[in-house]
């Protein structure tokens, strides 16, 4: 199988068995600049550079698997392509009535029978990631480069988030606050986890974070757990103290329904996180009061373990007849899952937004510092283990494995061109 993706791959980066190429009509041509790929309407390459002979040309190009393609899309009524420099083509079956003459690249001369062998071995392996096998065959430097790539760009993804969060509240604490909040959720309960800190600013829970149960009877309260009626004399105390906060701040509490607890290991209970989360603030405020200064000792992460207290010292839920005899701390695991979805991306978002470099380094230098996490899409690149140290590594994997992999994006992958490249 051959398709002009492919050819898109082959002519960016050089692939050919031969080299300078040559046109139909025998001139050679050498590749200055193969061109902006264009993914918008209009020829597929952008303000190449080539030079024809002794002469150099700048301008566009246009790509298809045979010459006749050219006229099956129209492209002879678009004067967007009667001024193309080059028309590159796999095969060549016909002329172009074009009103100036454009040279045609026959290109089935100059692609190797094997890196159309080994695009066919990736697109059609129906394991994934379909190269894993092959990483040990290529340059580390290749693969660390493109990792690291990747880091930056979903680290950019996650600026844009957080900057949203920032737009929203005006404010670097309550940022911070929104970001944590929905990392608690772990995916399922994440949006809930949101909108909880959209209701409960951290303003109102810094004001009283001296005292533990009137930051839970805020927290509880506001996410719909405190509207039952309950014997247990601490939730109960709860109740009467969030009525009064309630009017106090003017809170509408979230509807209970929106949690959701099914098919959830017991640790990662929404009440329980939100126990978690009363933890934190009546225990480490400067945490959230000046959360950049606050990492810039790397000693607190480890100080981030809590464990619970009060009625969750026996209880996941609210249901006061189901006890526990488990103890779930807010573990190493937990607070390595914090640092590396948290800090590390709001370092670098203060950094970047602050025009201060300092965080923003700080953020890459946690990133190679810290153990990559192990997830089942990191286990998936368990062959290429060797190059999953850091959370650098990690987090790049996540970043390739659903938008390269799944999708079969091999020729954009510059470790799948480089496979195409070797032999």
Known sequence: ML???????????????????????????????????????????????????????????????????????????????????????????????????????????????????????????????????????IDNIIINNWLSRLFVQRLEQKYQQIHQYFEQTKSYQETFYRLFCRHLGFKVNNETFEKLAEKLPLSILLKHSDRLDLIEALIYGTAGFL???????????????????????????????????????PANFPSLRLHQLALF??????????????????????????????YFKNHLTFDEDKFTHTTYHFGETSTHLIFINVVIPYLFFYGKSTGNEYYQNLALDYAEQLPAEDNAIIRKFSPASKYIQTVTHSQALLELYPNYCEKKRCTECNIGVKILNTE
């Open 3 to 137: 398709n002009e993706q492919l050819l898109y791959v082959i002519w960016k980066y050089k692939i050919f068995k031969t080299y300078p190429l040559k046109t139909i009509s025998n001139k050679t041509v050498e590749i200055l600049h193969p061109g902006e790929h264009n993914t918008n309407s209009g020829p597929d390459f952008l303000n190449a550079r080539i030079q024809l002979d002794s002469i150099q040309w700048a301008g566009n190009i246009e790509i298809h698997q045979k010459t006749s393609d050219f006229l099956k899309h129209q492209h002879q009524h678009d004067k967007n392509y009667h001024s193309l420099i080059l028309h590159v083509v796999y095969e060549h079956d016909t002329t172009l009535p074009l009103p100036h003459p454009v040279e045609i690249i026959e290109l089935k001369h100059f692609i190797a029978e094997h890196t159309i062998q080994q695009y066919n071995n990736l697109i059609k392996n129906t394991s994934s990631p379909a190269c894993i096998h092959q990483w040990n065959s």
């Open 227 to 265: 509207n039952k009626h309950y014997k247990d004399n601490y939730l109960t105390h709860l109740q009467n103290e969030f009525e009064f906060l309630k009017k106090k701040y003017s809170i509408e509490p979230i509807e209970e329904h929106h949690w959701k607890f099914a098919r959830m290991r």
């Open 281 to 310: 603030i009546h225990q480490f405020p400067k945490l959230f009061h000046d959360p950049a200064t606050f990492f810039t000792d790397k000693n607190n992460l480890q100080k981030l373990s809590v464990t619970p207290q009060n």
